[in-house]
């Protein structure tokens, strides 16, 4: 499991040399249960020549750690704890240009949220944090 995560972490530098990422969302402080609008652009290098069509983005739920939620999905099990709370969920963001994603996130409850991409469209995850990440204050739905 180390040695995985060890090649994991260490490949990722190289699947993204010359990319750098930054996420963006419409509304930073959502009432739950409402859509958000979230981006993610990507600036490159002549190095980079065939970027994704797909950008993964895990979203955690507040209580969790990012760390734990990564690992987690590293490792291809969810721990019963995280999963009963639905702690993380995976969101695919499709492209809309070159190096841009766009999707659309509903926060179901209150709470900070946070908005990781794991990696620079490769496999595996940068751990401990992913590459770019932002939070949402998720606010209760009847308030104002």
Known sequence: MLVALATLVAAAPAAAKGLQLTMRAD???PAA????HVSVRGVADEAVTQPCRRMRVVVVSPGVSVKRALRSLEGGTVS???GAWGAFRLASLRSTGELRWE?????HRPGRWTLVVPNW????????GGVARIHLDVRPADAP
Do not use: E, F, W
């Not at 249960?33 to 958000?36: A, C, D, K, W, Y």
């Not at 999707?103 to 926060?107: A, E, I, K, N, Y």
């Not at 469209?121 to 401990?128: E, K, N, R």
């Open 27 to 29: 509304d930073r402080t």
């Open 33 to 36: 249960g409402q859509r958000v």
């Open 103 to 107: 999707g659309l996130l509903r926060p």
């Open 121 to 128: 469209c490769a496999a595996g995850y940068v751990l401990p």
């Open 80 to 82: 019963r704890r995280i």
